[in-house]
């Protein structure tokens, strides 16, 4: 099935300036977002993966830029985009964003009808009375029962998954084609995260959404996603179909992530643990960046990085284990009846 | 598990209310349990329902207004003899929730691990404080030289360990760990989690692990106990608890647990608790054992169901 791309990145290199030091945060990644599709894109802190979106959005601190590379977006290369006007046209219109602490995201002083009208006036040009007849109705979209009456309230008197519904709702009240959640759940309950995940994929099909969820929760990520993308020290080591990824990982950095999680470890036993620690990204990283920790690691990894290698049309792995010269390398049996054990266990 | 148990400590009907007349809230209302040597007992709730407030009145941060909690059989709540105070600091530790936040960043790593040994005038000599130090960094995985470090120059995970070293020097015999790896990544959770069970191991510590997700509580507790709006609902081993939930809340924080399984997490039903579905205006709900070491809160007619589906 063909489908329709909506952003398009090109060997995005963006690099940030640190007193003086280069800190190479994103490794020249290219990744296609397809209309309507969720991505889930996990790793790590410091993997590079919230820096990845905030270039979609223009919001890079000031010492970073983007050196090389483009972000293709309805015609327009979005890494060429200067100045904030120009920036303002896609910002919240054509991309939204969620972010991950509803706490700090909403301004206290405010109420919250007067946040959200503050983006459907800005984007949408209504002004008054219908603004504010809109602002209820998207309220109401997003789960929050007397919407005509919370909309004079102000977010202290919001609990925390009623603050993310709030958020959800201003990102949403601009109509954007591309919606990216930046860990939308990590600050909530989990039963309040499983509410907001559910509302987050009701919406995308009420708005035709595209989502982008950054993650470092492999539950949610099998909940939402259509397709994974996993980084790792600035760089996209794995991406395909949810499915693919969960049952036919490939690379050992998958491997390894999939491997820690808590629902798969037998009690009195150690849990397994990544050794040692992400590269310094300040660095130059000659091979794969994750052969310094990975046990099984090739000698052609500490030399040359690898290329990705197609495991299936929608499935392809940045690692040399897929080298046809490679020699078969299992992955780790813990994660080989993944399926199994997890069914199992709850 | 093991024959004979041996209580460390005892929750007797624990009430703790916050504010006076009209703005009074009871945050944790008739709570009771007890925690065994050696054991890792698990406290599961979501925000606001009072599981932070039991850890805090257990370590005599916050005062309680009603009930008993018993350290080794020693009244620990209320006032109490200042020596029984001091012994109490050092045998029951803390390890906090967010490692950025709970380490003084103006303070060197020495300084912090230390803290509890000036306080509590354990050591005679500056040589003998150092070699304390050194010995709780390298028990947590740290080297010694990070003791002339500051916090800020730690990632995530080590700040964790510095947190931990920092509670093991006092050699508590009782540690409360307050989500001590939800601010945590994936990856290092494990390590945090495997540290907790190695020491567990290797010292005998018992644990008190607060926590708000089931799956880590599950692979590191050994009995759970279930809390909703400052009220235990249900209490049972961990894998009892996980094959026959019986109090519709716990059915409903099961169902919301996170699977890392596409086909699963996608298919799954998701219960929702509604307080309302219990019938409490003619038999009030009591906290009774339904089966050996399996509490659960219900009234008469909802017992009776429950062993319906035990027996089953």
Known sequence: ?346 | MSEKKTPVLEVKDLKVTFGTKKQKFTAVNGVSFTIYEGETFGLVGESGSGKTTIGRSIIRINPTSGGEILYKGQKINGPIPKELDRELTRRIQMIFQDPMASLNERAKVDYIVSEGLYNCRRCQSEAQRREEVDRALTDVGLLPEFASRFPHEFSGGQRQRIGIARALIMQPDFIIADEPISALDVSIRAQVLNLLSQLQKKRGLTYLFIAHDLSVVRFISDRIAVIHKGVLVELAETERLFAHPLHPYTRALLSAIPLPDPAAEKNKQLLVYDPEMHDYSVNQPIWSEIEPGHFVLANEPELAEYRKILEE
């Open chain 1, 1 to 346: 099935m063909e489908q329709e791309i909506i952003l398009s990145v090109k060997d995005l290199e963006v690099k940030f300036n640190l007193r003086g030091r280069i800190l190479h945060a994103i490794r020249g990644i290219s990744l296609d977002l397809y209309k309507r599709e969720s991505l889930a894109i996990v790793g790590e802190s410091g993997s590079g993966k919230s820096v990845l979106v905030k270039t979609f959005m223009g919001l890079l601190d000031a010492n970073g830029t983007i050196t090389n590379g483009e972000i293709r977006y309805d015609g327009k290369d979005l890494s060429k985009l200067k100045t904030e006007k120009e920036w303002l046209a896609v910002r919240g219109k054509e991309i939204a964003m969620v972010l991950q602490d509803p706490m700090t995201s909403l301004n206290p002083l405010k109420t919250i009808g007067y946040q959200i009208c503050e983006a459907i006036e800005l984007h949408q040009g209504l002004k008054g009375a219908e603004a504010k007849a809109a602002a209820v109705s998207i309220l109401e979209d997003v789960g929050i029962p007397d919407a005509e009456h919370r909309i004079h309230q102000y977010p202290h008197e919001f609990s925390g998954g009623m603050r993310q519904r709030v958020v959800i709702a201003i990102a949403v009240a601009c109509r954007p084609k591309i919606l990216i959640c930046d860990e939308p759940t990590t600050a909530l309950d989990v039963t309040i995260q499983a509410q907001i995940l559910k509302l987050l994929k009701d919406l995308k099909e009420k708005y035709d959404l595209t989502t982008i969820y950054i993650t470092h929760d492999l539950g949610v990520v099998a909940n939402v996603a259509d397709r994974i993308a996993v980084m790792y020290a600035g760089d996209i080591v794995e991406i395909g179909k949810c499915e693919e990824v969960f049952y036919n990982p490939r690379h050992p950095y998958t491997w390894a992530l999939l491997s820690s999680l808590p629902q798969l470890g037998v009690k009195g036993e150690n849990l397994y643990s990544i050794k040692g620690a992400p590269p310094n990204l300040f660095t130059h990283i000659e091979g794969d960046a994750f052969a310094p920790r990975n046990p099984r690691a090739l000698k052609i990894d500490f030399v040359k990085r690898p290329p990705y290698f197609d495991v299936s049309p929608t499935h392809k792995a940045r690692t040399w284990l897929l080298d046809p010269r490679a020699p078969k390398v299992d992955p780790p049996e813990i994660i080989q009846n993944l399926r199994r054990e997890v069914s199992g266990n709850v």
